[in-house]
Structures are given as C-alpha cells and as structure tokens.
C-alpha cells in the first residue's frame, strides 16, 4: 500500500520512464543501452515506490506510552530548553529517517491537538544543530488526559523540500494515525514532560506507531 502524498509522483514517473524506453526502443539500436536504460528506469522506479510506502500497522493504543512517529534511528536523547511553544525544559528525543525509512508521521500519542504551526525555513541537513529551529518544520502540540502535552516537530532536511502536515487545531487525534508525510529524508523531534520515562537509546532503530519511545509509570 502506497502513502497518498506519493500517488501524483508515482504516475508521473511511471509515464517519463515509459516514455523515454519507448524513445530508447525505437531510435536506439545497441543492445546493451537499451538494456541499462530499461534496468535503470527499473530501479529508479523501485525506489520510488519503497519511498511512497505506506505499511498497515497494528495501534496497540494507551494513554501511558509515547509511541514513535516516525520509522528510524534515535539521534537525540537530552533535556532542552523548548522556545516555541511550552519556553521551558523538556525531554528530546529526535529519530533521523534516511531516504529509505517509511517516511509517514503518526501521532505519537492520542488526545486534541492544541497547537499546529508551520515554519518555512533553511533546508540544513537534518542532523545539523540548528535544524530544529532554522529549516523548514511544522510544530504540532497534542494533549492527552494522562500524559498531558507533547510535542513534536517534522524537520526538512537538505533533500526534503515539501513537508505535510494533518493536524489541526481543536481536533481529536487517534494514537499511532497519519499525521503527516516529509518527503525525502530528514527527522521529527518529540518534546516530552521531565517526568517522562524514555524507554530508547542512542543509535536504537524505531518504528513509527509501534515502538514505544517513553512511558509515565
């Protein structure tokens, strides 16, 4: 199953490389182009689909554990002082996805949403610093009745240059549903209470929607 965002560039691929193997077979008469241009076109294609994916997942859904929101690798793990929204200290924890990570954003935990803001930007790469704050990133806020606001923020990265964003304002979100879709590569960083128990390490890789990245016991 393929994510929405990916439908228009799936066609649109598919038609440019059929057209130009159609050129290929009709005015090209070496064997061996024709043939590397059809297993290019082959490959590219792949890696198109695999990008676009967008596999069914099983939700178990709580109201005492932060799932991830994105499939990849955690990159942070640090109390920071959070300036757009709460202006006080919280937990990090960000998950860098390369090109081919499932690239679907899920709410990391169920409630309303209370904040939804996008930001355009620099396209730094993902893992720079200041990419969190200076690159293009929508900034959403659920809150939820046991383990209250968290927050997270989808980053473009140098490749990533369209971010979208499902959440808005006032309305009530389902733990471990599409919130989103970042288009080629970048993270998503998940502020989270003090008093939140991470259950992740540096460098553990994650899937969005299913593994538990904090809990309040």
Do not use: C
């Not at 082959?42 to 499939?71: G, W």
């Amino acid at each position: 199953m393929f994510h929405k965002e990916g439908y228009k560039i799936i066609l649109l691929t598919a038609i440019f490389l059929i057209a130009v193997n159609t050129m290929t077979y009709l005015f090209v008469n070496i064997y061996w182009v024709k043939f590397s241009i059809l297993a290019i076109s082959i490959l590219i294609f792949l890696l198109i689909l695999q990008f676009f994916r967008n596999p069914k997942r099983l939700i178990q859904m709580n109201n005492v554990e932060v799932l991830a929101p994105v499939d990849g690798k955690v990159v942070v793990i640090e109390e920071v002082l959070e300036k757009e929204y709460f202006k006080d200290k919280r937990l990090q924890v960000s998950i860098f996805m390369s090109p081919i990570n499932v690239h679907v954003t899920r709410y990391p935990i169920g409630g309303t949403v209370k904040y939804s803001k996008y930001h355009p930007g620099k396209f730094l790469v993902a893992w720079h610093p200041k990419s969190s704050e200076e690159n293009e990133r929508t900034t959403v806020v659920v809150k939820n009745p046991v383990i209250g606001e968290v927050l997270y923020r989808q980053i473009a990265g140098a490749m990533a240059k369209r971010i979208v964003n499902y959440a808005e304002e006032g309305k009530e979100v389902l733990q471990g549903s599409d919130s989103g879709f970042i288009k080629f590569g970048s993270r998503v960083d998940v502020f989270l209470p003090l008093n939140t128990n991470i259950t992740v390490k540096l460098n553990d890789k994650v899937k969005g929607g299913k593994s538990v990245i904090a809990n309040i016991e």
